[in-house]
């Protein structure tokens, strides 16, 4: 049984649970910048920029979700090759959709077909967490927007009495404050993009979703050598249970963080650590 | 959609191939014998054999890519790989969207897959995977259609008694039901499709004028039908 | 006119009553609407049926999360977890597959591997966990003040549940639980995408939009058709949880009014 869990397909899918970590490890301060960029681009004072910003946040979270990962992908690669095309082909003749095909010329192809395999897999990994990072990016960018506007208003008030620009209070009284009021909606949008990661599977990763159905798949003796029923059951209970560990020690971390961030605050939970010290 | 795990560039035949055009090769590989993942987690099956030899004799460097049955002939449209060679019958609906080479395997019999010989085909319940031939006939026949993303999942039906039939290529379902005892083949088999062939943008010319010579000279020094033999395919040319 | 025909033939598809065969070749825009809307019907039959039946389970949930008696406690605590802690994409996965083997078990798990009724158990209990925990939440926040002004006027035990507790419960976590409803509908477009069959090709709003970007290879058209139906379904539910809301709040004066703050969630 050892060497049916160490065959290299198997290592396959435990390198996709690796993938998926990474896919959260870049997506999410991906989608914070997203967010912070957002969120700053909603409050500003010039108000076409601010309607840019809110019209950013609207959008993204008013269109449904799965419809908007299956298209924007393919939305997404189209438009890249689309635009290098039109920078390095300029002379090319042809129009681009020729019927049912996108034809572009070969040196706009993104990445060039004669590119190694793993810039093949890195840009498609790249798409995701693209996409990823734009969708969660606008729900980021709400909850920074609320955030910034819960700092209360004599804050700022007193930084611009102490004679600092409005630039300079926002960077050094604005941003440190704005985290602990933005920290709920985030680990709560934290733990939604934990759960959306079985989404890879959509946009066309081999993640461990797909490798999960095709391991489990039943297999006839002729092309391998450990034939065996449906098992898929047991390979989503893993997955399951993957998950359910992996929210479990985000909760607890980010209880921890929460503790952390609310000393010295002028909050409810500030004001009950600083009694419960003195 | 870029799909792609595991793939392989075939070994240039001599230095002066070295700057052979790449050409992606895009499957399922989820098909026994056609096109499957072994063991070692590579494609591998019929077509991986074939695609690898056409590859050589065409002078093209290969790489190998697999993509979701359903939005398989998207992604070629929208060039993420160059051709389909994932055991795709030649039809007059596809042929509209995508052009294709020629058969390279005759006209395979669809087969029902079932659990006792009086299984109805005609009014009881037939899976088939999703986009298929197999699927368009069943839902014009007078069965009640079920659809699965994979075929193992319409095989898995069959098993708990959501269908009471599988309808796919002989070949993929022939294997399945020597192995097992529960399972076994109808006579009856339905003749729908027109051979298999790999599938191309309708833009791409040049790329299958190279394959169908590939074809012919494969088909005319008995290479070809070798392997069919081989994966037990069906009669060969 | 040929629009009305083709209502006519595909705007019931969906239930599997009209043209048995979806349309092969030349799709128009009408076959498109028409189509998607009629998958439309699922998905308000899924969210629907899995609110209605949830809320209840929901509030019962919440109060077990909420009492003293670790034997009621604990297995609110698991359930909610359960549910809340992993993706609805792999529950409904797995929930297919546990069906299909307890279906060798016994005959009662028939009809459970069909979408109509796995899918919705399987949403059911999604939307009760996710309510149950907003519930929770408000159950916890109720002023210390109403409890005990219903303890001064003598009132207990079921009474006191009735006419304080769980009034002010749903009061305060109406504007949460409108969100969880949008949600939910949107989160119905998962049930044929993952584990679960369609028959004769009777599927939801999405299994046609994907039909018809299949045939069509245009993303452009049939996902921003879905999206609108989707559009004009939040709004459906929006004005019905607005006019709960404000039933609701009817007592309150006019400036505490809470607003209903809108936050339609992802996918989960």
């Known amino acids: 049984m050892s060497c049916y869990l160490t065959t290299p397909k198997h290592m396959n899918f435990y390198t996709a649970f690796g993938t998926v970590l990474l896919l959260l490890a870049i997506t999410a301060p991906a989608s914070l910048l997203f967010g912070f960029g957002g969120a700053m681009l909603a409050r500003h004072r010039i108000a076409p920029l601010s309607w840019i910003g809110k019209g950013y946040i609207a959008i993204v979270r008013g269109v449904p979700d799965i419809a908007f990962f299956l298209f924007f992908v393919i939305a997404l690669d189209q438009g890249i090759e689309w635009v290098k095309h039109k920078v390095v082909c300029s002379d090319w003749d042809q129009p681009i959709r020729q019927g049912n095909d996108f034809v572009v010329c070969a040196q706009a192809k993104v990445p060039l077909a004669t590119s190694a395999e793993w810039i093949h897999e890195s840009y498609a990994f790249g798409t995701a967490v693209l996409t990823f990072a734009i969708v969660f990016g606008a729900f980021a960018a709400n909850v920074l927007f609320g955030a910034m506007r819960a700092v209360p208003r004599p804050q700022i008030e007193t930084a611009e009495a102490y004679g600092m620009s409005h630039r300079q209070a926002f960077w050094r009284v604005m941003v440190p404050q704005m985290w602990v009021y933005a920290l709920p909606g985030l680990s709560n949008l934290w733990m939604v993009l934990i759960k959306a990661t079985p989404l890879l599977f959509l946009l066309g990763i081999e993640d461990i979703v797909y490798w999960a159905r095709e391991m489990g798949g039943s297999k006839t003796a002729r092309f391998t050598d450990y034939p065996h029923g449906d098992w898929r059951m047991w390979y989503f209970l893993a997955l399951l249970v993957f998950y359910l560990a992996f929210t479990r020690v985000s909760e607890i971390v980010l209880d921890r963080l929460m503790v952390r961030l609310s000393r010295g605050q002028a909050t409810a939970a500030g004001e009950a650590q600083r009694r419960a010290d003195a | ?237 | 006119m040929s629009c009305l025909i083709t209502i006519q033939d595909y705007g019931l598809r969906a239930l599997g009553i009209g043209e048995r065969l979806l349309p092969k070749e030349d799709f128009t825009l009408c076959q498109q609407f028409t189509l998607i809307g009629s998958g439309m019907i699922w998905n308000v039959y899924f969210g629907t049926l899995a609110l209605l039946a949830g809320f209840f389970f929901a509030i019962t949930l919440a109060m077990g999360k909420g009492s003293n008696n670790t034997l009621l406690r604990k297995p609110a605590e698991w359930f909610i977890f359960l549910f809340r802690g992993s993706p609805l994409f792999i529950q409904f996965f797995f929930a297919y597959f546990l069906f299909l083997s307890l279906k060798q078990v016994s005959p009662i798990f028939n009809p459970f591997t069909s979408a109509w009724l796995g899918a919705l158990v399987v949403l059911f209990c999604n939307t009760a966990a996710y309510s149950g925990e907003i519930f929770y939440g408000a159950l916890k926040s109720i002023p210390r003040g109403d409890l005990e002004a219903a303890d001064a006027y003598g009132m207990s035990g079921w009474s006191r549940f009735r006419r304080i507790t769980f009034p002010t419960m749903l009061r305060l976590g109406w504007p949460a639980y409108t969100n969880e409803a949008i949600f939910l509908f949107h989160a119905t477009t998962l049930v044929f995408f993952s584990g679960f069959p369609a028959w004769q090709q009777r599927g939801d709003a999405l299994y046609y939009a994907r039909y018809f970007a299949d045939k069509t290879f245009n993303p452009f058209i049939p996902y921003p058709i879905l999206a609108m139906f989707f559009i004009i379904l939040t709004l459906i539910v929006i004005a019905i949880f607005g006019v709960i809301n404000k039933r609701l709040n009817r007592h309150l004066p006019q400036s505490s009014r809470p607003k209903m703050k809108l936050r339609p969630n992802l996918i989960r």
């Not at chain 2, 055009?21 to 987690?41: C, H, K, L, S, W």
């Not at chain 2, 042929?95 to 897959?113: H, K, M, R």
């Not at chain 2, 190279?210 to 037990?232: C, H, R, T, V």
């Open chain 2, 1 to 237: 959609m870029k799909n792609l795990v595991l793939s392989t560039a075939i070994l240039a035949l001599s230095a002066g191939l070295a700057t052979a055009q790449t050409v992606r090769m895009g499957t399922e590989g989820a098909y026994p014998p056609y096109n499957f993942i072994n063991d070692a987690g590579e494609v591998d099956g019929f077509e991986r054999e074939l695609g690898d030899e056409l590859c050589k004799r065409a002078e093209l460097d290969c790489q190998w890519v697999t993509n979701d049955w359903d939005s398989i002939i998207p992604n070629l449209v929208s060039g993420n790989y160059d051709t389909i060679i994932a055991g795709m019958s030649i039809t007059e609906d596809r042929a509209q969207v995508i052009d294709f080479t020629q058969g390279y395997t005759q006209p395979d019999p669809s087969g029902y897959l079932v659990m006792s010989a009086d299984a109805d085909v005609k009014g009881g319940v037939v899976a088939a995977q999703t986009g298929t031939i197999q699927a368009a006939f069943i839902a014009e026949s007078g069965a009640t259609l079920v659809e699965f993303a994979t075929p193992d999942e319409t095989v898995s039906a069959l098993r708990s008694g959501e269908a009471d039939a599988v309808l796919a290529d002989d070949a993929y379902l022939q294997p399945i039901a020597d192995e097992n005892d529960d399972l076994m083949m109808l006579e009856q088999q339905e003749m729908i499709g027109g051979g298999v062939g790999m599938g191309l943008r309708q833009s791409d010319d040049e790329l299958r004028a190279k394959f169908d010579a590939a074809i012919d000279s494969m088909k005319a020094d008995g290479s070809l039908n070798a392997l069919i033999a081989k994966w037990e395919i069906g009669p060969g040319f």
